[in-house]
């Protein structure tokens, strides 16, 4: 079985894009091609860079990766197996409503144009495909974390459950990312702020790149530390050191509505407490015992984040079973991925 992944960027870069690849194996894939562009320049010359290679490429089955090389396949390999993995919600993107309703609408039909979707959750599903819509065909393929990449060390993780008391010692906690006014980061600073002045220790460490966000808050609040940019191992290094996390976004458009953020599976799988955002996706993984040490907020105000991060001190650290880490990690959905794989090739 001969498969392309199409995408406008460099797919190695791509984390969900790199994990098909470290397992093509063990789905079935017998010949692996990436038909993407490693250009640096403009993004329309990376368009033509794909495309030139897209015309000459004669696998069996094209999955792409973003809505510019979905519409490619469509027009020059239309007889062609194509799969759409929906990673972005791209109408999201346009501020204007009536753009934006419009182009929701052709999003929608492409994907009633495609062979087969994939999609990272069923609430995302539900926004395109309601009442699981027959003339569509899709499968939800979550963004579980890529056990590849994992140490023997790190699939053999097992901490030791912490136990938090009120003002017993200084509690530290830690955010990565790229920080913009969508990840809440100012918000959860005033939410710390609160909570030290009721008597809570509280240190946070900021790790990414240092944005306009970030100086504001290092000047506003002494507990915030910023650590610079760390690479992702060096970071997991790190989470032992930590009672609890961050992972907040904001919903400015359907995309951080809707997002299936790999690092909560990271952080369940380390037994590390994470604050989110509202999120019914995460709401419904937590009740079906998926996922132990999320705490959902309320809301994106300063006194509903103090409420949940009081919400983890108040409750000891899940114990993560080697039953719920299968379950975190990607391989969990190989089986499912070979058969739709099969199908694809008839």
């Not at 579980?144 to 017993?168: A, G, H, I």
């Not at 951080?256 to 909560?264: E, F, L, Q, V």
Request: charged share 25%.
């Amino acid at each position: 079985m001969k498969i392309a992944h199409v995408y406008i960027g460099n797919s190695i870069k791509h984390p969900i894009i790199k994990t098909y690849i470290d397992f093509s194996a063990e789905i079935g894939v017998t010949e692996l091609e990436l038909i993407d562009s490693k250009q640096e320049g403009s993004r329309v010359a990376r368009v033509f860079d794909v495309l030139k290679k897209l015309v000459n490429s004669r696998s069996t089955i094209y999955q792409s990766h973003d809505i510019v090389s979905c519409i490619l396949v469509k027009i020059f390999k239309w007889n062609s197996v194509h799969v759409y993995d929906m990673h972005e919600i791209y109408s999201s993107y346009f501020k204007n409503s009536i753009i934006r309703k419009l182009f929701f609408y052709i999003e929608k039909l492409l994907l009633k144009s495609t062979q087969f979707v994939l999609i990272p959750n069923e609430e995302r599903a539900q926004l395109f495909f309601k009442d699981r819509d027959r003339t569509i065909k899709y499968e939800v393929v979550e963004n579980l974390l890529n056990d590849k990449e994992l140490s023997t060390e790190d699939l053999n993780f097992n901490s030791v459950p912490k136990t938090f008391k009120f003002n017993e010692r200084e509690l530290r906690c830690f955010y990565a990312g790229t920080f913009t006014e969508v990840r809440a980061l100012s918000e959860i600073c005033l939410a710390i702020e609160l909570l030290i002045g009721i008597g809570y220790k509280i240190v946070l460490d900021l790790y990414g790149a240092k944005t306009d966000c970030v100086n504001k808050v290092i000047k506003s609040h002494s507990f915030v530390n910023y650590c610079g940019s760390v690479s992702r191992a060096e970071l997991l290094s790190k989470y032992i050191h930590y009672d609890f996390s961050f992972a907040f976004y904001k919903p400015t458009n359907l995309n951080n509505i809707y997002c299936a953020p790999t690092k909560i599976f990271e952080h369940e799988y380390y037994m590390l407490k994470t604050v989110v955002g509202p999120s019914g996706y995460l709401l419904r993984l937590v009740d079906e015992g998926v996922i132990n040490n999320v705490v959902v907020s309320l809301g994106y105000e300063p006194k509903e984040i103090a409420h949940a991060i009081t919400r983890v001190l108040d409750s000891d650290q899940g114990a993560v079973s080697q039953r719920q880490k299968e379950r975190l990690l990607w391989s969990y959905q190989i089986s499912k991925i070979k058969q739709l794989y099969r199908k694809f090739n008839g």
